[in-house]
């Protein structure tokens, strides 16, 4: 087993796959999964480093989806690419889990922390999967309606220092698992910004950082615009800049090609 900074090094580019018809950025437009595997593909060819499948939106207001339907959006998916895109599911369902690591994934992408399914901690430790913690306050259905925190980068550090502690008690090595701040999962703009400027204090925890400031609202709000290109590669170069391993991001290419320019000039 290759430990998680060995496969997936700094900087590596986490392609968005949103198999969902209501997903805050990209929702419907991979429904087809003939689209989605072919968006999969060329994410891989631009750079990617793994491409993150997703059947259930956790936009701010989202309910959930049964592991019925979001296996139906993602499987088909996964058995188009046949194993030859590594794939990181993005789910919080055991059911859901497993069948994608059967069918040739190599990560779990758990937005909440393995709190979700009491069931899902034992299929990743079994699978010998990499996986995802990310740090959320609330609920996807509630978590933008009054976020509030003392010192936002000290929490979601003791937030994640917990949730690695509860994984490894579960049987995941710690070298699989890699850690996120949850950007837009119950935060305001300034609680965003605040995780990235101090990502020094997740960094402390010793495990690789994941941030995915792609899209999200908070660039809207701050650039007053709809295109949010520039701002999610920005974001992503700042993440980068302070020491970030993994960007999750919907744009790969322009992505990859400002991190290999900043890069160049470290
Ligand atoms: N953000 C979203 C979904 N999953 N996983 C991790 N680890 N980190 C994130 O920041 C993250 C995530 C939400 O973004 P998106 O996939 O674009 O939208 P939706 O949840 O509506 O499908």
Known sequence: M?????????????????????????????????????????MLEEGAAIVDVGGESTRPGSAGVSAEEEL???????????????????????????????????????????????????????????????????SPRTMQEEPQYGDVAAEVAAFLEERLAFAVAAGISEERICLDPGIGFGKTVEH?????????????????????????????????????LGASVAAAVAAYERGATVLRVHDVKPTVDALTVVGAIA
């Not at 796959?17 to 950025?25: A, E, G, M, Q, R």
């Not at 369902?93 to 690591?101: I, P, R, T």
């Not at 299929?123 to 996986?131: N, R």
């Not at 899209?215 to 701050?222: A, F, H, I, V």
């Open 72 to 138: 139906s959006r993602v499987f088909p998916v996964l058995d188009r690419l046949g194993g030859e895109v590594p794939v990181s599911i993005d789910t919080s369902k055991a059911a859901v889990a497993s069948a994608a690591l059967e069918a040739g994934a190599v990560m779990v992408n758990d937005v909440t922390a393995l709190r979700g399914d009491p069931e899902l901690a034992g299929v990743v430790a079994d699978s010998g999967a990499y996986l995802c913690l990310m740090h959320m306050q609330g």
């Open 192 to 228: 965003n910004l605040e995780l990235v400027r101090r990502l020094d204090v997740l960094l402390a925890l010793g495990r690789p950082v994941v941030v995915g400031f792609s899209r999200k609202s908070t660039l809207r709000k701050l650039t007053g615009s709809d295109d949010l």
């Open 2 to 42: 290759i430990p998680i900074e060995e496969r997936f090094p700094r900087p590596s580019v986490m392609g968005v796959v949103n198999v969902t018809p209501d997903s805050f950025s990209d929702g419907g437009v991979h429904l087809d999964p003939d689209i989605a595997a072919a968006a999969a593909r060329r």
